[in-house]
């Protein structure tokens, strides 16, 4: 142990404690370009050793590869870590940029027990619903959800992308421990329905993407150009062409303030959605994702970054600047429906 570790967030009412600042694994096997797994296997140890102990996956990245790649360590590690992964999408290989959901029960029971093979538990710890299928009440779907905790496949309930009025709903139904959506200094939508209902429901807010997928550490200024073909960011609105262009100068706000803390402009972006825990008063644990082991020790340390007020004020205008939306259907996230 080394004192580098970092704090810890409850995990839902009456949850287990996990690190403050979570892992995302996605971009390990999915959607952000070539892996080097040997690194990335690197970052998972590197992780824990800082006191990262929720690692974020889901069966759709690479098609149940993210998990496949995860079971290994996991299985390393067993008592140490919470994982969490997510059910309902599917992304047919010969066609990545649809999306089929389904949330109803058979698509659920069978979900579960491939992402349980695959990452070679005998239970979940955190057990996502990753997108709503709208033809299926919300209710139904937590319904079935919840007889996977009775049977004991699954630890605790978390929700992706749902407006506050479902969360309401399904926390009706069985409690739901996390909430996972897009949180960041460009994408701040959820801060109008869906947070005030997780506060009020005692629900650990999980942001994803709390680096605007690397755009908001400067690591690429335009996804046509500076990333790979099949990069999923080249699907998104707001880092293309003359949206990028005018999004990159909204860095020099974020500049600013890291200049006088001596950090970094992602451990800044990193700190303000850490910092939203006490804005809103509520547990708040975002899973930045990287594949690079000094990444992961300059994202953690983040977690230490006391911003102040008036940091605070020069970083509120930003997100109202952003040229482009987070996706390119808004429909397929909490915000299209809220
Ligand atoms: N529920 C959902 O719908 C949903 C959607 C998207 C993501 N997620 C989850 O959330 C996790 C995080 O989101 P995300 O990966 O989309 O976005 P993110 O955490 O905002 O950014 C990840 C990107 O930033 C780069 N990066 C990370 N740390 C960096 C640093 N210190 N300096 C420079 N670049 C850095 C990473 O590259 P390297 O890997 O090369 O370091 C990667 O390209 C995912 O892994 C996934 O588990 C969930």
């Not at 040997?38 to 889901?58: F, I, K, P, S």
């Not at 929700?159 to 739901?176: C, D, F, K, M």
């Not at 970054?305 to 600047?321: C, N, Q, V, Y």
Request: some cysteine; hydrophobic content about 40%.
């Amino acid at each position: 142990m080394t004192d580098s570790r970092i704090a810890k967030a409850p995990l839902g009412t009456g949850g287990p404690e996990v690190g403050v600042q979570g892992l995302g694994c996605m971009g390990m096997s999915f959607a952000y370009g070539p892996t080097d797994a040997q690194e990335a296997r690197a970052t998972l140890e590197r992780a824990l050793e800082l006191g990262v102990t929720h690692y974020d996956t889901a069966d759709a990245y690479g098609q149940g590869e993210n998990e496949r790649f995860l079971a290994p360590f996991f299985a390393a590690h067993r008592d140490e870590v919470v994982i969490a992964t997510k059910f309902a999408m599917t992304i047919p290989p010969d066609e990545p940029t649809r999306r089929i959901i389904r949330n109803d029960g058979p698509y659920i029971r069978q979900a579960v027990e491939a992402s349980l093979k695959r990452l070679d538990v005998d239970v979940i710890d955190l057990y996502y619903m990753h997108r709503r299928d709208l033809d299926i009440p919300i209710e139904e779907t937590v319904g079935v959800m919840a007889e996977l905790v009775r049977e004991g496949k699954v630890k605790q309930l978390g929700l992706s992308e749902v407006t506050g009025g479902e969360l309401r709903a399904a926390h009706t139904v069985h409690p739901i421990a996390a909430v996972q959506s897009e949180w960041s200094l460009f994408s701040r939508d959820i801060e109008a329905g869906v947070v005030p209902a997780a506060r009020e429901l005692g629900v650990t807010l999980v942001p994803y993407s709390p680096l605007g997928r690397g755009f908001l550490t400067g690591s690429f200024t335009d996804a046509d150009k500076d990333l790979t073909a099949g990069d999923f960011r080249r699907q998104q609105p707001r880092y293309k062409g003359d949206n990028a262009a005018r999004n990159a100068a909204l860095l020099d706000s974020i500049r600013t303030v890291a200049e006088a803390h001596g950090a970094s402009v992602g451990q800044i972006a990193l700190a303000w959605v850490h910092r939203q825990a006490a804005v809103h008063g509520l547990p708040v644990v975002p899973i930045p994702g990287t594949r690079r082991r000094t990444r992961v020790e300059e994202n953690t340390a983040a977690t230490r970054i006391a911003l102040t007020a008036s940091d605070l004020a020069a970083l509120e205008p930003i997100a109202a600047k952003v040229a482009g939306t987070r996706y390119a259907d808004m429909t397929f996230v909490s915000a299209g429906r809220e």
